[in-house]
């Protein structure tokens, strides 16, 4: 019970990344009409913005070591810390949460460029046109990243209050022996509220509800003399600004790499087929079913039964999936039929 | 919409010019520094690997994202004969291009259910399976990371058994890869090459062919006339498939080792670059991109900042600090940026690759001259 548990938490922590992904390739998606393979370099942006933050508030200059009395020792001591003393360290040590100010207008901005320089042009060009345009987009800026940031991961420490475990087992009656990382659950606490605030804020604003009767009939909001395409664009920009989000809050748990955008994109793809393409709760549900599914699968009581299934179920249940209900779980009529 | 023209006697005419062009290249190659059996070997493998991807990309419009599970497929299975059987490369690669095509058989009759993205995102999801799974499960067949490689302790069954220490050498029946100064290795892929250039413009010509690009052009109306499309999808697939796994035979045969990172979803885009940078559906296209790609890879990788430095000697010093980070950017290690940039730049002003762009500087040419007259 307790390694189910354990399993489940596992699950939905990495099925809410591959939910933020896919939500906003479902975005871009479901309003241009394009897909975007360049979504998994912006969630590794977002990742490099916290790694950029962190670096700029940690500026350090040498003073003189105190505790060492032998001879004349400096050591590095951030510039924060010299003027702020306490106030300063806690700013480094909250670095990450506090990077997310800085992500989103950058996050933003970075997409609209994409989007008004390069994806307008490929709204009419075939689908395999933006595949590839995308594809050649992310080799680019996961280039630049690598050129920039070197190829080893750069990790990235939680804020001191939320490292370590916390007691889960506890707080459901199920002993204390169940520990969890604390980090782990704020991500399924933020990923959550990411997705609800995209969901309400297409749900009650009078921009979400134009963007909604775009994605159903766009020629006829276009004829209400509504600039929909406008609109798109920012949208795309908000799809930017939830991938940046996923990958920069996700940077306690792994180290940021200059490939970590590719290897989720091709997840966050299947995800989004088996969500059904265009529909937004499919999206949301297929990235924290797989997530679970892929987390029992590595469980050593399913590996001995069959070897290797945790590599592969993901792309199996997808296959499946398309094979036995090609328009995804909970696809709409008419999106991408063929 | 471009109409080639041809006849049987320009066909002919093709094959041997791409003949000529393929089996000089020892001699023309000299003056690029690209002369080398290691590299053309590699033009001739990525040019194979490249016409049989076209043959479903570009003529029957599926866009595989997993193509280089096939390369897997085809180096893991002609390096189990090395290792078992016979170091000769003839049954060898047979056996690779026949596991391929099984294996494609099997890869193809599940993905080709959908089309349009569905399938790129199908065939990924099969091949970065496979990749998995030729490091985890497969191990005992893969060897996983180290790779698959022969040893002289090997049970060879047709051959008479190694002494301990020599290197087992892949031969076509006694001609070793080396020989020749290392040009045997080159020719044999040359011939296949060309044999495999060959074959590819008698399907495009064949009746099966105009099959093939009826389903790009529109595989509803050609179910409408009453067809079944999916057999002619599935032997497209298969057959691409199986000029996927010769190439990684040849792979094999030149160097006898297989490893997983052959499979990786990486390596399958780059064939989708070669074919894109060439053009799609030419039948010359392909081997240019393939070849272009290689070249330049060999040429930018070898390029760092020293050698930057060496060639802007005469600027001025601080021309030369500034402009000296930038370029490095692009060479190296940064290749692969260099690369993606001119990708994306083909992608959106020349969707046709070299070949269109060679046919519209070659149009205005003769427009001009249709004009002066």
Same mark, same amino acid.
């Given at each position: 019970?307790?390694?189910?548990?354990?399993?489940?938490?596992?699950?939905?922590?990495?099925?809410?990344?591959?939910?933020?992904?896919?939500?906003?390739?479902?975005?871009?998606?479901?309003?241009?009409?394009?897909?975007?393979?360049?979504?998994?370099?912006?969630?590794?942006?977002?990742?490099?913005?916290?790694?950029?933050?962190?670096?700029?508030?940690?500026?350090?200059?040498?003073?003189?070591?105190?505790?060492?009395?032998?001879?004349?020792?400096?050591?590095?001591?951030?510039?924060?810390?010299?003027?702020?003393?306490?106030?300063?360290?806690?700013?480094?040590?909250?670095?990450?949460?506090?990077?997310?100010?800085?992500?989103?207008?950058?996050?933003?901005?970075?997409?609209?460029?994409?989007?008004?320089?390069?994806?307008?042009?490929?709204?009419?060009?075939?689908?395999?046109?933006?595949?590839?345009?995308?594809?050649?987009?992310?080799?680019?800026?996961?280039?630049?990243?690598?050129?920039?940031?070197?190829?080893?991961?750069?990790?990235?420490?939680?804020?001191?209050?939320?490292?370590?475990?916390?007691?889960?087992?506890?707080?459901?009656?199920?002993?204390?022996?169940?520990?969890?990382?604390?980090?782990?659950?704020?991500?399924?606490?933020?990923?959550?509220?990411?997705?609800?605030?995209?969901?309400?804020?297409?749900?009650?604003?009078?921009?979400?509800?134009?963007?909604?009767?775009?994605?159903?009939?766009?020629?006829?909001?276009?004829?209400?003399?509504?600039?929909?395409?406008?609109?798109?664009?920012?949208?795309?920009?908000?799809?930017?600004?939830?991938?940046?989000?996923?990958?920069?809050?996700?940077?306690?748990?792994?180290?940021?790499?200059?490939?970590?955008?590719?290897?989720?994109?091709?997840?966050?793809?299947?995800?989004?087929?088996?969500?059904?393409?265009?529909?937004?709760?499919?999206?949301?549900?297929?990235?924290?079913?797989?997530?679970?599914?892929?987390?029992?699968?590595?469980?050593?009581?399913?590996?001995?039964?069959?070897?290797?299934?945790?590599?592969?179920?993901?792309?199996?249940?997808?296959?499946?999936?398309?094979?036995?209900?090609?328009?995804?779980?909970?696809?709409?009529?008419?999106?991408?039929?063929? | 919409?471009?109409?080639?023209?041809?006849?049987?006697?320009?066909?002919?005419?093709?094959?041997?010019?791409?003949?000529?062009?393929?089996?000089?290249?020892?001699?023309?190659?000299?003056?690029?520094?690209?002369?080398?059996?290691?590299?053309?070997?590699?033009?001739?493998?990525?040019?194979?690997?490249?016409?049989?991807?076209?043959?479903?990309?570009?003529?029957?419009?599926?866009?595989?994202?997993?193509?280089?599970?096939?390369?897997?497929?085809?180096?893991?299975?002609?390096?189990?004969?090395?290792?078992?059987?016979?170091?000769?490369?003839?049954?060898?690669?047979?056996?690779?291009?026949?596991?391929?095509?099984?294996?494609?058989?099997?890869?193809?009759?599940?993905?080709?259910?959908?089309?349009?993205?569905?399938?790129?995102?199908?065939?990924?999801?099969?091949?970065?399976?496979? #990749?998995? !799974? %030729?490091?985890? +499960?497969?191990?005992?067949?893969?060897? *996983?990371?180290? &790779?698959?490689?022969?040893? /002289?302790? $090997?049970?060879?069954?047709?051959?008479?058994?190694?002494?301990?220490?020599?290197?087992?050498?892949?031969?076509?029946?006694?001609?070793?890869?080396?020989?020749?100064?290392?040009?045997?290795?080159?020719?044999?892929?040359?011939?296949?090459?060309?044999?495999?250039?060959?074959?590819?413009?008698?399907?495009?010509?064949?009746?099966?062919?105009?099959?093939?690009?009826?389903?790009?052009?529109?595989?509803?109306?050609?179910?409408?006339?009453?067809?079944?499309?999916?057999? #002619?999808? !599935? %032997?497209?697939? +298969?057959?691409?498939?199986?000029?996927? *796994?010769?190439? &990684?035979?040849?792979?094999? /045969?030149? $160097?006898?080792?297989?490893?997983?990172?052959?499979?990786?979803?990486?390596?399958?885009?780059?064939?989708?670059?070669?074919?894109?940078?060439?053009?799609?559906?030419?039948?010359?296209?392909?081997?240019?991109?393939?070849?272009?790609?290689?070249?330049?890879?060999?040429?930018?990788?070898?390029?760092?900042?020293?050698?930057?430095?060496?060639?802007?000697?005469?600027?001025?010093?601080?021309?030369?600090?500034?402009?000296?980070?930038?370029?490095?950017?692009?060479?190296?290690?940064?290749?692969?940026?260099?690369?993606?940039?001119?990708?994306?730049?083909?992608?959106?002003?020349?969707?046709?690759?070299?070949?269109?762009?060679?046919?519209?500087?070659?149009?205005?040419?003769?427009?001009?001259?249709?004009?002066?007259?």
């Amino acid at each position: 019970m307790d390694a189910i548990l354990l399993q489940i938490l596992n699950g939905l922590d990495k099925g809410g990344a591959y939910a933020l992904i896919a939500l906003g390739l479902t975005l871009i998606f479901g309003t241009l009409g394009v897909v975007n393979f360049a979504h998994g370099a912006l969630f590794m942006l977002g990742a490099f913005v916290a790694v950029s933050v962190r670096e700029v508030l940690t500026i350090s200059t040498k003073v003189k070591d105190e505790s060492v009395t032998f001879f004349e020792a400096f050591k590095e001591v951030p510039y924060l810390e010299v003027w702020f003393g306490d106030t300063g360290r806690m700013i480094i040590d909250w670095s990450v949460p506090i990077s997310i100010l800085f992500a989103i207008p950058i996050m933003l901005a970075i997409g609209l460029v994409m989007e008004r320089g390069l994806i307008r042009h490929f709204y009419r060009r075939p689908h395999s046109d933006q595949i590839l345009v995308t594809f050649g987009l992310a080799i680019v800026i996961q280039e630049i990243i690598k050129a920039v940031y070197g190829a080893n991961p750069i990790p990235q420490p939680a804020p001191e209050m939320f490292s370590g475990t916390a007691n889960v087992g506890a707080l459901f009656g199920l002993g204390d022996n169940i520990a969890y990382p604390k980090w782990r659950l704020v991500y399924l606490g933020f990923s959550i509220a990411v997705i609800a605030a995209v969901f309400s804020f297409l749900r009650f604003t009078t921009f979400g509800m134009v963007v909604r009767a775009g994605m159903a009939d766009r020629q006829t909001v276009q004829l209400l003399g509504i600039n929909i395409t406008k609109r798109f664009s920012i949208v795309f920009g908000l799809a930017a600004v939830v991938a940046g989000l996923a990958g920069l809050m996700y940077t306690p748990v792994i180290s940021p790499n200059y490939h970590m955008g590719m290897d989720f994109l091709v997840l966050s793809f299947v995800v989004v087929v088996v969500g059904g393409m265009g529909s937004l709760p499919g999206a949301v549900a297929a990235g924290f079913l797989l997530g679970t599914l892929q987390s029992f699968a590595s469980m050593n009581e399913v590996k001995q039964i069959i070897p290797g299934i945790d590599q592969v179920i993901i792309y199996l249940v997808a296959m499946i999936v398309l094979l036995v209900r090609p328009r995804g779980l909970m696809g709409r009529k008419g999106v991408m039929e063929d | 919409m471009h109409i080639e023209r041809f006849t049987p006697k320009s066909d002919l005419m093709m094959v041997l010019i791409f003949s000529a062009v393929i089996l000089l290249m020892p001699i023309w190659l000299e003056p690029f520094g690209a002369a080398y059996p290691d590299l053309m070997q590699r033009f001739a493998i990525f040019g194979l690997f490249a016409i049989g991807f076209n043959i479903l990309f570009g003529q029957t419009g599926y866009l595989s994202f997993g193509h280089a599970a096939f390369i897997g497929v085809g180096s893991y299975a002609t390096v189990w004969i090395f290792k078992l059987y016979t170091m000769n490369i003839v049954p060898a690669m047979i056996a690779g291009v026949i596991m391929s095509g099984v294996f494609a058989l099997v890869v193809g009759y599940i993905c080709l259910r959908r089309t349009g993205i569905y399938f790129s995102i199908l065939t990924l999801a099969l091949a970065q399976m496979s #990749y998995n !799974l %030729a490091y985890s +499960v497969l191990t005992p067949i893969t060897m *996983g990371e180290t &790779g698959l490689q022969v040893e /002289a302790a $090997d049970p060879r069954v047709w051959e008479a058994p190694l002494a301990a220490g020599e290197v087992p050498r892949t031969h076509l029946f006694g001609l070793e890869m080396t020989d020749l100064g290392g040009l045997a290795g080159f020719y044999i892929c040359a011939a296949f090459l060309i044999l495999g250039f060959y074959v590819a413009l008698r399907i495009t010509r064949s009746p099966f062919g105009s099959m093939l690009r009826g389903l790009k052009t529109n595989q509803n109306r050609m179910a409408y006339t009453g067809l079944n499309t999916r057999p #002619y999808a !599935l %032997a497209a697939f +298969v057959i691409s498939g199986m000029y996927a *796994g010769l190439a &990684g035979s040849l792979m094999a /045969a030149m $160097d006898p080792l297989a490893g997983a990172e052959r499979m990786q979803w990486t390596a399958s885009g780059e064939v989708v670059l070669m074919t894109i940078l060439g053009g799609v559906g030419t039948l010359v296209g392909p081997v240019i991109g393939a070849a272009a790609i290689k070249y330049f890879e060999n040429i930018f990788s070898a390029i760092d900042g020293a050698v930057l430095t060496g060639w802007l000697d005469f600027l001025p010093d601080f021309l030369l600090d500034l402009i000296v980070p930038v370029l490095s950017l692009f060479v190296g290690k940064g290749w692969h940026l260099t690369l993606g940039l001119v990708f994306m730049l083909v992608v959106i002003f020349l969707p046709g690759g070299i070949m269109e762009g060679y046919r519209r500087i070659r149009d205005r040419f003769s427009n001009a001259d249709a004009g002066n007259k």
